[in-house]
């Protein structure tokens, strides 16, 4: 009996094992490809300024320190302390924005029966097909006739006014799914919409605001088009405008402190990523299916 | 404890008082419904419906900011389809988006095929997959891609080592925008993830039935797989095409802030940024804009029209 078992068993889990092995070779040198620009922008920013673009090694073989302490005499005589903290601004006016507007439309969308809901959701789903173009040259003639660039305004009126239809959408698609008995046990007990709102659709909605929240600050954060379109002001430039104009001042010269840069503007989200990748991969997840 | 002791009081006092407030109840859900949304509804007619007619109008303008719009009818389209740099642009554009958009797609659904499997560490491998997408939009990557692709670097050196001399992408204009796609190509996370998804809902019946059936593993892929998982594929080429039309940042900062050289990186968002805000000729650019709104609403809808025919839903199968 067991003589005619254990050559079988013991060629499956070799076979298994085998598998294996070939699954995780496989992925990791899918993941090697993928990582290898972060790796390198971290690799290079130890590196001396000549050799960044020259040298073929990703790490560097004598780490050095100056391109970071470069970054302390800023651009042009902006601070890179004012580029992170507009950018920091930006963000979390951005974050509270989404969060309060988004929040208050995809309650109404989710749990309040009214004339029209379903015409309103169809049109808010339509703006997330629109492209975002063909707003962009009234929206800068309407915010330049109100004298209001070159300040965050235009950046972040939309995000109070629920703009980010996909936001919207992620909640809505969850305060669907809470359960219908807690807000009904609510009415019940004399609840408002107000109070339902608050204190029970909001607290557990968590996942869905924390989501956004983070996709929010991430969005500010990278946001290019926009303070390039707005801001004029170099003090008042967000971190990816600083960028550009070390780009721009700097050139080749000061590679080294352009690439330390970059990483120190990478860091922010970087962290965020890794803190709260769990509910954005499946924010992501759910906003594609149902 | 209290819901207990007063359910059976209130819904007899409610239903009462249901035939008055039946009508008196409706327009309070009604007035509840439109204040909580009101954010939304002030930002749609301001910021989306109001913008929009306005670029309409403007398309048919001349309008430089400063002086008032003067109409000219057809007169920006007639220019733009004759002026050759919008020609390159659309050229530019369609080559992204048809390149891009498949490899793109590819790549995710081979990563999902393969994190699908059930392995120590799939987690942390998901994770590791999905950051370039987050990061993928900053000018940082953007540098970073200027400096991997650019003259005698990292890319080049590795060409060489197999024999294919041509150089950095960067400063060559046949093949920088290749150095574009590939930025948009390790963007594959969100994709991938939505694949993941899709993957985890096809029910292991089948394939179990297949095996006993005898069909290996292409032929499980081809049959089974990529039915089931058809109407994902179809949410991802949809928003990743839409999205590729609109690639706008990394042609900014890859390319040098021209999107040259010699006009190659120049992508449809990016010339319209040139007509409007660098000369504007804000008449010109809503132009470009709303004939880029027809062209993504033609493939949404070409899109749309296609999946009768190999999107494949389940509710017959329920």
């Known amino acids: 009996m067991t003589s005619a078992t254990s050559p079988a068993l013991h060629t499956a889990n070799e076979r298994r094992r085998f598998g294996s092995l070939a699954w995780h070779v496989g992925a990791l040198a899918v993941l090697a490809v993928v990582l290898y620009p972060v790796i390198w922008v971290v690799g290079a920013s130890f590196k001396p300024s000549k050799d960044i673009i020259a040298s073929l090694d990703l790490l560097p073989t004598k780490p050095v320190w100056a391109n970071f302490s470069g970054l302390a005499d800023g651009i042009s005589g902006i601070s890179i302390s004012s580029f992170f903290w507009n950018s920091l601004m930006y963000a979390g006016l951005a974050v509270a924005g989404v969060v309060l507007s988004s929040s208050l439309t995809a309650y109404a969308f989710a749990k309040i029966r009214f004339a029209g809901r379903n015409l309103l959701f169809t049109l808010m789903i339509g703006t997330l097909l629109l492209p975002y173009h063909v707003l962009l040259i009234p929206q800068y003639v309407l915010f330049r006739n109100l004298e209001l660039t070159d300040t965050l305004v235009p950046l972040v009126a939309g995000k109070f006014l629920a703009t980010e239809a996909f936001f919207v959408f992620l909640m809505v698609q969850f305060m669907r799914g809470l359960p219908r008995e807690l807000d009904e046990a609510a009415k019940l007990d004399g609840c408002g919409h107000l109070r339902t709102y608050w204190s029970i659709v909001l607290p557990l909605s968590r996942p869905a605001i924390i989501t956004s929240a983070i996709f929010t600050f991430i969005n500010a954060w990278n946001d290019f088009m926009g303070p390039l379109i707005y801001l004029n002001t170099p003090e008042k430039y967000t971190v990816s405008l600083g960028l550009m104009m070390f780009r721009d001042q700097e050139g080749i010269s000061n590679y080294g402190s352009m690439i330390a840069m970059s990483l120190v503007a990478l860091i922010p989200v970087i962290a965020f990523f890794m803190a709260f990748q769990r509910y954005l991969i499946d924010g992501m997840a759910t906003s594609g299916l149902k | 404890m209290t819901l207990v002791k007063e359910a059976p009081v209130r819904p007899a006092g409610k239903r009462s008082?249901?035939?008055?407030?039946?009508?008196?109840?409706?327009?309070?859900?009604?007035?509840?419904?439109?204040?909580?949304?009101?954010?939304?509804?002030?930002?749609?007619?301001?910021?989306?419906?109001?913008?929009?007619?306005?670029?309409?109008?403007?398309?048919?303008?001349?309008?430089?900011?400063?002086?008032?719009?003067?109409?000219?009818?057809?007169?920006?389209?007639?220019?733009?389809?004759?002026?050759?740099?919008?020609?390159?642009?659309?050229?530019?554009?369609?080559?992204y988006v048809v390149v891009a958009t498949p490899l793109k797609l590819l790549l995710a659904l081979g990563v999902a095929l393969l994190l699908a499997q059930k392995r120590r560490g799939q987690g942390l491998y998901r994770a590791a997959f999905y950051m370039p997408s987050l990061i993928g939009a900053s000018v940082s990557v953007g540098f970073v891609w200027r400096a991997l692709f650019s003259d005698d670097a990292v890319v080049d050196r590795t060409q060489k080592i197999f024999g294919l001399d041509v150089g950095g992408w960067i400063g060559n204009p046949d093949y920088i925008i290749y150095a574009l796609v590939a930025l948009s190509i390790w963007q594959f996370g969100a994709p991938m993830v939505i694949f993941l998804a899709g993957l985890k809902q096809v029910p292991q019946e089948l394939y179990e039935a297949a095996e006993v059936d005898g069909a290996g593993p292409l032929r499980r892929f081809w049959n089974i797989t990529l039915p089931m998982i058809s109407p994902v594929l179809f949410f991802n080429v949809l928003l990743e095409s839409i999205h590729a039309f609109q690639v706008f940042g990394s042609a900014y900062v890859v390319s040098d802030t021209r999107c040259g050289p010699a006009d190659a990186t120049l992508v449809y968002t990016c010339y319209l940024y040139q007509k409007g805000f660098k000369e504007a000729q804000m008449g010109f650019a809503s132009a470009m804009a709303w004939t880029l709104v027809i062209a993504v609403a033609l493939v949404t809808a070409v899109l749309f029209w296609s999946q009768k025919k190999w999107v494949h839903y389940e509710e017959a199968a329920k």
């Open chain 2, 17 to 95: 008082a249901a035939p008055a407030a039946g009508r008196r109840g409706r327009r309070r859900e009604n007035l509840a419904g439109y204040l909580f949304m009101s954010p939304w509804i002030a930002g749609f007619l301001l910021l989306t419906a109001g913008p929009m007619i306005a670029s309409l109008y403007y398309a048919f303008t001349s309008y430089n900011l400063f002086t008032p719009p003067q109409w000219v009818g057809l007169d920006n389209f007639t220019t733009m389809f004759q002026d050759p740099r919008w020609q390159k642009s659309v050229e530019v554009t369609l080559k």
